[in-house]
T-cell receptor, first 114, second 112 residues
Framework: AQSVTQLDSQVPVFEEAPVELRCNYS??????LFWYVQYPNQGLQLLLK??????LVESINGFEAEFNKSQTSFHLRKPSVHISDTAEYFC????????????FGGGTRLMVKP | KAGVTQTPRYLIKTRGQQVTLSCSPI?????VSWYQQTPGQGLQFLFE???????NKGNFPGRFSGRQFSNSRSEMNVSTLELGDSALYLC???????????FGPGTRLTVL
């Protein structure tokens, strides 16, 4: 069975500082990965995805993540955060042979301070 | 395109009752998955339906069931509710297999 570890449950950071949210997964089979963001009292919004191809994926709002197969990691980074980035971030892994069943990490609460 | 919609948004039930939650996927999406989100257990996969067939099932008791209709809309049912079933239930839709999943706003179920 898959498992996903988000090493930090909370990450406090000052506005305009860089941030990295870490995600490691257990499976060595063919996987696809997502980062989702959840604002209070809302559902999950897809932030970015890795399905295949280039290992560096980017979102439209400045986040990027790099798929590292040898380290089984998919860390999320942003060079300069904004107050509006305050939210909970979830890393999710799927198995290409198991349809749309996602395994989620425990989440990282990003708290951006002015 | 309209996003994934879920009804109702909030629900309060008492122990022993049953509940049905509804999910309408994005137009054209044939896969619907359900997840339970709780503070203690996080996000856990319940089941996935594709073209009216259950394709995957998570590790939940048989009290949790679901179905999908020919128009891809899906319902999940929880019978004999327990206090521990209090959670945010999220529905997600996807075009096909192993692709991005788009989530609805969720139904917050409170069991008293």
């Amino acid at each position: 069975a898959q498992s996903v570890t988000q090493l930090d449950s909370q990450v406090p950071v000052f506005e305009e500082a860089p941030v990295e949210l870490r995600c490691n997964y257990s499976s060595s089979v063919s996987v696809y990965l997502f980062w989702y963001v959840q604002y209070p009292n809302q559902g999950l919004q897809l932030l970015l995805k890795y399905l295949s191809g280039s290992t560096l994926v980017e979102s439209i709002n400045g986040f990027e993540a790099e798929f590292n197969k040898s380290q089984t990691s998919f860390h999320l980074r942003k060079p300069s955060v904004h107050i509006s980035d305050t939210a909970e971030y979830f890393c999710a892994v799927g198995d290409n042979n198991a349809g749309n069943m996602l395994t989620f990490g425990g989440g990282t609460r990003l708290m951006v301070k002015p | 395109k309209a996003g994934v919609t879920q009804t109702p948004r909030y629900l309060i039930k008492t122990r022993g009752q049953q509940v049905t939650l509804s999910c309408s996927p994005i137009s054209g999406h044939r896969s619907v998955s359900w997840y339970q989100q709780t503070p203690g257990q996080g996000l856990q996969f319940l089941f996935e339906y594709f073209s009216e067939t259950q394709r995957n099932k998570g590790n939940f008791p048989g009290r949790f069931s679901g179905r999908q209709f020919s128009n891809s809309r899906s319902e999940m049912n929880v019978s004999t509710l327990e206090l521990g079933d209090s959670a945010l239930y999220l529905c997600a839709s996807s075009l096909g297999r192993a692709g991005p999943q788009f989530f609805g706003p969720g139904t917050r179920l409170t069991v008293l």
